[in-house]
């Protein structure tokens, strides 16, 4: 009882809150393997998993008991604190992230001032992890997946923030609820439809997927930053890999589809319903496109990308100025 | 090698023999400058069986099955080969309806080759999707071939003198089906693939191949008409029943694996071509040639007989010196040429290159690995 006056109703709510965090996270992380697995399936002609449980539901949990199970390998010739870390490294901002997305008007953990701002900051950190992965494993097929990945998102990060901005001079505020409010009449994917096609190209690059997922490009680099990981460290990139979609999707969501807005359906169900339909997108992209090559990836952020994103930001400005 | 000639800012990346993208076992060296290759060596053997000492040691016929496993993508074509150069040897002429039979069944087993080389050279250029429709495709002739062969890839169904078991009307229905089905499937190919932009980014420019180096390194095949050289064995030096069929030799112009590609595509229709024609004209008659001995003692001479594989040339010399053995059987076989001059183009080139370009080639290991 102590405790609880001590932490008052905030502390509570956020303790219940990560609890809840790391429930959803697990849980959208084997629905999302299941997800892309049978989505996969389909795009390609065959079922995809069906054996365990109906459709195969429950394949996805049977896969992981398997991965818990597994022995974890550290090869000999590692950087043993930085090898142990990455894994964790890539997990945490990853979670704290959930903090401020805003699932429906009451149902987050801590409306914050920064939100927006807080979600890109954390997301960056998941290079480092990257880097500290492909370094310490003393393999070079890692690093050249950590290189790789370190251009690659230094490069897509700028016009991924710019494209943001130009939201946030719209709506006048980085709170995620407000942005949300400002949608009232128009979802801003329709005031701001190269800014959407900028994001979700950013937002795919971001949380390396094909056609830019060449820090872990298989024809090339074997596995990439995690070739040398087994076992529930492998696992752990793997749910963040899945995690950081639905965020990049629910930051999409938020700032274009009008957030939880929608008839009839409580908020969270449009919320979800938004952000597994950009997902899908996402997952879309991945069995239709082949793999850009690395120089051209960085080309064409720089040299298409971050001008593009200038220029929608500009014209954002020019407009509300006008208006 | 490995230590001589390194300077400070390079360093050995070592892709294969176990690397999703080698197609095989075969392991290549690449001297790495960042992401840029300075130099690269094959290093080949992993998948060595002794194909030609076999030959030694047996008879003509118990040689036959070995043939179906050199290439086993294109399997029928070395079993055309070698037959064709035994019937040679011991002057055997074979039937006119197993000679169509023969080249309708080694068409549609050049189509599975170029199918299977056309999904797994998307896979290595990270797209996973194609793989499956082409397997999708690749499965009815596998049916179809099953039907006659027998076999659905190491086939060993050309004999000494034919074919030893006739095509039915079931084959011919099944096989007019498949190959309107396929023409049907290639919207789709060229929609979704051949107007990628960025698969047109990753093979326009990329892996060029002279027309003088290739005639250096004797290159064959799909790889060469790629570089814009008319070279197809069944055009010039016609052999079996190719002669009597209508089809064009598909080239490129530029040499890079963007031509490769529309090459092989092209192919594939110029398959269907001759298989149509074939199947309307086919006659009727033996599919076996009387008088093939049984025990096959050719008299001394030397023999050699090139067809054209889905990889390029392959060649089989045979010397006998009047034994049930042969004294020497040496095949030439295509991959081996096209992988040397492979290995030359990667020259400054990324990593994700060498695996288009590898990929482009469609070299078969154990083909080298003879």
Redesign the interface.
């Known amino acids: 009882m102590d405790l609880l006056t001590h932490l008052g109703i905030e502390g509570v709510r956020m303790i219940v809150g990560l609890v809840a965090v790391i429930a959803l996270v697990s849980v959208n992380a084997l629905f999302l393997i299941w997800m892309e697995r049978k989505v996969?399936a389909h795009?390609?002609?065959?079922p995809g998993p069906m054996e365990v449980g109906p459709h195969g539901a429950i394949q996805t949990v049977a896969d992981a008991v398997k991965l818990m199970g597994k022995e974890l390998i550290t090869p000999e010739e590692v950087d043993r604190p930085i090898y142990y870390l990455a894994p964790i490294v890539v997990f945490l901002p990853v979670l704290l992230t959930f903090l401020v997305i805003p699932f429906s008007q009451t149902w987050i953990i801590k409306d914050m001032n920064v939100g927006i701002v807080l979600i890109l900051a954390f997301s960056t950190l998941t290079v480092l992890a990257i880097l500290m992965a492909g370094w310490a494993s003393n393999n070079?097929?890692s690093v050249?997946g950590a290189l790789r990945s370190v251009a690659q998102n230094i490069a897509y990060e700028i016009p991924l923030l710019v494209t943001v901005m130009s939201i946030i001079l719209m709506v006048g505020s980085f709170k995620l609820t407000d942005i949300v409010a400002a949608q009232g009449r128009y979802w801003f994917i329709l005031l701001q439809p190269l800014a959407f096609i900028l994001y979700i190209i950013c937002a795919t690059a971001e949380t390396n997927r094909?056609?830019f997922?060449l820090p872990e490009?298989?024809?090339?680099?074997?596995a990439g930053f995690h070739t040398e990981y087994s076992g529930m460290r492998f696992a752990l990139f793997f749910l963040a890999e899945y995690t950081n979609m639905f965020i990049v999707s629910a930051v999409a969501a938020v700032l274009f589809l009008g957030g939880w807005r929608g008839p009839i359906l409580p908020g969270v169900v449009w919320f979800l319903i938004k952000v597994y339909a950009l997902i899908f997108l996402i997952m879309w992209f991945r069995?239709?496109?082949?793999?850009?090559?690395?120089?051209?990836l960085v080309t064409f952020a720089w040299k298409i990308l971050i001008p593009l994103s200038f220029v929608n930001l500009l014209l954002t400005a020019l407009a509300l100025k006008i208006f | 090698m490995i230590t001589q000639g390194i300077e400070e800012k390079t360093?050995w990346?070592?892709l294969g023999p176990q690397?999703?993208?080698t197609h095989g076992v075969l392991r290549i060296l690449l001297e790495m400058d960042g992401?840029y290759i300075a130099s690269a060596e094959p290093v080949i053997g992993y998948g060595h069986r002794a194909h030609e000492h076999m030959a030694e040691n047996r008879n003509y016929h118990q040689f036959l099955p070995n043939m179906g496993r050199v290439d086993y993508l294109h399997a029928l074509a070395y079993n055309h080969g070698y037959c064709m150069a035994v019937e040679k040897l011991i002057g055997v002429v074979v039937p006119e309806r197993a000679e169509y039979i023969r080249v309708i069944t080694n068409e549609l087993n050049r189509l599975t080759s170029h199918l299977l080389w056309f999904g797994a050279y998307?896979?290595?250029?990270?797209?996973?999707?194609p793989?499956?429709?082409c397997f999708?495709d690749r499965e009815h002739i596998l049916d179809l071939l099953d039907q006659v062969t027998g076999s659905r890839l190491t086939y060993c169904y050309y004999r000494f003198g034919g074919v030893p078991k006739d095509i039915d009307d079931d084959f011919i229905f099944g096989t007019r089906a498949f190959i309107k089905r396929l023409r049907s499937r290639w919207v789709d190919y060229h929609n979704?693939?051949t107007k990628?932009v960025?698969?047109i980014?990753?093979a326009k420019g990329v892996g060029i191949f002279t027309k003088e180096q290739c005639q250096l390194y004797g290159i064959t095949g799909p790889s060469l008409r790629g570089s814009g050289i008319p070279y197809d064995i069944r055009k010039s030096e016609p052999y079996s029943a190719y002669p009597l069929f209508d089809f064009e030799i598909p080239i490129g112009e530029n040499g890079d694996i963007y031509d490769r590609y529309i090459v092989r595509l092209q192919e594939m229709e110029q398959s269907c071509r001759i298989i149509e024609q074939a199947l309307d004209k086919l006659p009727n008659g033996p599919i076996m040639a009387e008088k093939v001995p049984k025990r096959i003692k050719p008299a001394v001479g030397e023999v050699y007989q090139a067809v054209e594989t889905a990889r390029g040339e392959f060649g089989t010399y045979i010397v006998s010196n009047g034994d049930i053995k042969p004294y020497r059987i040496k095949l030439r076989v295509p991959s081996f040429g096209n992988l040397s001059l492979m290995v030359e183009s990667f020259k400054d080139n990324?990593?994700?290159?060498?695996?288009a370009i590898l990929g482009s080639i469609d070299v078969v290991i154990p083909e080298i690995d003879r």
């Open positions: 996969a795009m390609q002609l065959r070079k097929y050249f094909t056609p997922d490009a298989e024809s090339e680099l074997v069995w239709t496109f082949p793999r850009v090559r690395f120089d051209q | 360093f990346l070592n690397h999703p993208s992401e998307l896979m290595d250029l990270g797209a996973f999707t793989f499956l429709y999708d979704l693939v990628n960025i698969f980014h990753r990324l990593v994700a290159d060498v695996v």
